[in-house]
């Protein structure tokens, strides 16, 4: 099967390439208002930003930032199709204002707009993020009761568009791309800790302060939760393509926007060797399951791999390998078209490979 990802150097407020209920899921993390890194970004777009944060008025810079992100919430219920799910990962912000200490709710501000536009909340989840520093407590450090609580978690808000979707019975796209009973334990916690694997920007750490990019396994996981195989993936904040490269993953499509094509280059060198991540990553997936099968009776028999499943529903997940990878970039777009072939031969299956079959 083949697969396309693009993405646009421009303003996700236009997103004018996504055609209306294009799109099957949403996985983003915008620019947290009220985080100093991105000040100058918000007040780029608009000077009354600044004006308010020199004048010591938090609040009125607070709802500044939030009306820009405002224009691209408005853009993601126009392309996301009905069932669609969109999961945004925010932090809120901690800051003194005009001589004030206070915390900045982004997370409610978002889910608000978020419901205003006839989205559904969902359950979310806390995405914890420990703070190992001597030094990370604020305000009188052992001494009540001028302390304060650090910061510690950021949020992956999950919304729905309109009711659940649906498929025809027995969905090949749909059984295939199911989880592991074990992944689905861990996954659908309300409780992630931070997990950093597969962030791979060491050679661009300038990106990375500037993109801020969350770790390789949010979008991934998030994507094998709410979405099947070959269905469009969009990331309006996309960064360095750490969205796109999940979805390559997971043989989903995608598209993403981003203000500065220059942090795609990153994305350029993450996919040189990623048919040979593709393979890896999945054989160390189907091996985890092996383990945890291990120790367990019963279940049933996985159809295209030589383990055994818990469900019934299990028995058909086949994930696909990304065999080759072409890039087509522009000016103004980058634009990768990959082939995928079914991750069950003797590579995956290594009992099989020993003639134990």
Not at 126 to 148: D, E, I, Q, V
Not at 187 to 203: N, P, V
Request: aromatic share 8%; charged share 30%; proline share 6%.
């Amino acid at each position: 099967m083949r697969t396309q990802h693009v993405l646009y150097a421009g303003d996700a407020a236009a997103m004018d390439a996504v055609a209306d209920e294009s799109v099957h899921l949403v996985v983003t993390s915008p620019p947290y208002p009220m985080i100093e890194l991105w000040d100058d970004l918000f007040a780029s777009r608009d000077p009354d930003v600044r004006a308010a944060l020199d004048a010591g008025d938090g609040d009125a810079a607070f709802e500044l930032m939030h009306a820009q992100l405002d224009a691209v919430w408005d853009e993601v219920d126009r392309v996301l199709a009905p069932g669609g799910m969109a999961c945004i990962n925010v932090g809120d912000a901690t800051r003194s204002i005009g001589g004030e200490f206070q915390q900045y709710p982004n997370h409610v501000r978002i889910v608000d707009a978020l419901r205003s536009r006839g989205l559904t909340p969902l359950p979310d989840v806390l995405w914890r993020k420990p703070t190992n520093s001597h030094t990370k407590f604020m305000g009188s450090g052992t001494l009540p009761p001028n302390a304060y609580v650090t910061l510690e978690h950021e949020y992956v808000l999950l919304f729905r568009k309109g009711g659940t979707r649906s498929f025809p019975p027995g969905d090949d796209r749909r059984y295939e791309s199911a989880f592991f009973w074990e992944e689905r334990n861990r996954w659908f916690s309300d409780l992630w800790e931070r997990r950093g694997e597969g962030q791979a920007l060491d050679d661009h750490e300038e990106r990375r302060d500037r993109s801020a990019a969350f770790p390789l396994d949010i979008p991934l996981r998030l994507i094998r939760m709410f979405s099947v195989r070959d269905d469009r993936v969009l990331d309006p904040f996309a960064g360095t393509g750490t969205t796109a490269l999940a979805a390559m993953h997971t043989a989903r499509n995608s598209v993403g926007y981003d203000l500065d094509a220059d942090l795609f280059e990153a994305l350029d060198d993450r996919v040189i060797d990623l048919p040979t991540a593709s393979r890896r990553r999945i054989a160390e997936r189907l091996d985890r399951h092996r383990d945890a099968m291990a120790a367990r009776d019963g279940g049933y028999e996985a159809e295209h791999y030589d383990f055994r499943v818990v469900t019934k529903r299990e028995r058909r997940i086949r994930p696909y390998a990304v065999a080759s990878v072409t890039e087509r970039s522009t000016t103004e777009s980058r634009r990768y078209v990959l082939d995928h072939r079914p991750a069950d031969g003797d590579e995956f299956n290594p009992a099989a490979a020993e003639g134990e079959l």
